[in-house]
């Protein structure tokens, strides 16, 4: 099995994501915000609180979304860390429209 989502492409660590938070430098649209500062290599960390949706089945549904998005296109990425914030509308949204709010997102950081 080749796994192109390999543990060295995610942000682990709340001291990680305390780095990117400090930078303060973020984009975002309706649906998610991300969060990101330079690094080595490009790096995701993915953040979907209770208040999008109280529901973990949604919740976990952004998540995935997000991931494979980034999974997809990571390699063209600029070398940063990815922190990715869902908006309570992303609850709302369907798979087709999450995945065009965040290609669009992405695009600003190729």
């Known amino acids: 099995m080749v796994r192109d989502f390999p543990r060295s492409a995610r942000l682990l660590t709340g001291r990680e994501f305390r780095r990117v938070f400090d930078q303060r430098k973020a984009s975002g649209n309706a649906l998610f915000r991300i969060h990101y500062a330079p690094a080595a290599s490009a790096r995701l960390g993915v953040a979907v609180s209770k208040r999008v949706s109280p529901k973990a089945v949604i919740r976990n549904r952004i998540r995935r979304q997000v991931r494979e998005s980034f999974r997809l296109i990571r390699t063209e990425l600029a070398p940063c860390d990815y ?28």
């Not at 609850?91 to 965040?102: M, N």
């Open 83 to 110: 922190i990715v914030l869902a908006r309570p509308a992303a609850a709302r949204a369907t798979p087709d429209e999450l995945r065009k709010a965040l290609d669009q997102l992405w695009q600003r950081f190729t």
